[in-house]
């Protein structure tokens, strides 16, 4: 697979469940990032997880961080029909400009 | 709060024609670039800029496409002479610059601007 390949493509759940999506990639990193894109609209920085952390919270988002399996996880607590959105992991591998790579993205139905 | 503004929302052109998307970054912020994605792929890179020149560029910022900051506010990116798969909503961003050598925020994406080839 390619740098920042998220799994699954598509999760279908009911409002209130948690989500959890997965993200690997191949090289190292200095950070990785999780964005949101509602259809159609701009990207939304959710989260940002350095290479030397395992783990962060904010709000109702949790990443986890595994540089020698080199994986990623985004965990949506109680999730609501406003979660709806395409989300992507992008890592972040260069010293210089933030040069991210993207990830195919996972596509999040909420459920009512 | 403060956001990436990107004109146009969408333009339509005829293969061959050139095209300047726009886009005003943040005013604090010194790094600018521009993402795009083609329908159902990922979003790529494409090119950064800072302090008046380009700092990197991807495979695909070819000698069609140019960046420009013409006036302190407006950044932009120029396709010279479009092609059909040039079609993709390509994004505008902005970030601080890293402090010791950390990248510790975001890029901040404009809405994008949908560009469709004829």
């Known amino acids: 697979s390619q740098q920042g390949e998220e799994d699954p493509q598509a999760l279908s759940i009911q409002e209130g469940e948690n989500a959890t999506m997965n993200c690997s990639y191949k090289?190292?990193?200095?950070?990785l990032q999780w964005y949101r894109q509602n259809s159609g609209r701009g990207l939304v920085h959710l989260i940002l997880?350095?290479?030397?952390?395992r783990e962060k919270h904010s709000g109702r988002l949790r990443v986890t961080l595994d540089t020698s399996k080199k994986s990623s996880s985004l965990l949506i607590t109680a999730s609501r029909a406003a979660d709806t959105a395409s989300y992507f992991c992008?890592?972040?591998?260069?010293?210089?400009?933030?040069?991210?790579?993207f990830g195919q993205g996972t596509r999040l139905t909420i459920n009512p | 709060e403060p956001e990436v503004t990107q004109t146009p929302s969408h333009q339509v052109t005829q293969m061959g024609q050139e095209v300047i998307l726009r886009c005003v970054p943040i005013?604090?912020?010194?790094?600018f670039y521009w993402y795009r994605q083609i329908l159902g792929q990922k979003v790529e890179f494409l090119v950064s800029f800072y302090n008046n020149e380009i700092s990197e560029k991807s495979e695909i910022f070819d000698d069609q496409f140019s960046v420009e900051r013409p006036d302190g506010s407006n950044f932009t990116l120029k396709i010279r002479s479009t092609k059909l798969e040039d079609s993709a909503m390509y994004f505008c961003?902005?970030?601080?610059?890293?402090?010791?050598?950390?990248?510790?925020?975001?890029?901040?994406f404009g809405e994008g601007s949908r560009l469709t080839v004829l």
């Open positions: 997880i350095r290479s030397n952390e």
């Open positions: 005013s604090n912020h010194l790094y």
């Open positions: 992008a890592t972040d591998a260069h010293q210089g400009a933030q040069k991210l790579v």
């Open positions: 090289t190292s990193i200095n950070n």
């Open positions: 961003a902005s970030s601080v610059p890293p402090r010791q050598g950390f990248w510790n925020g975001e890029l901040f």
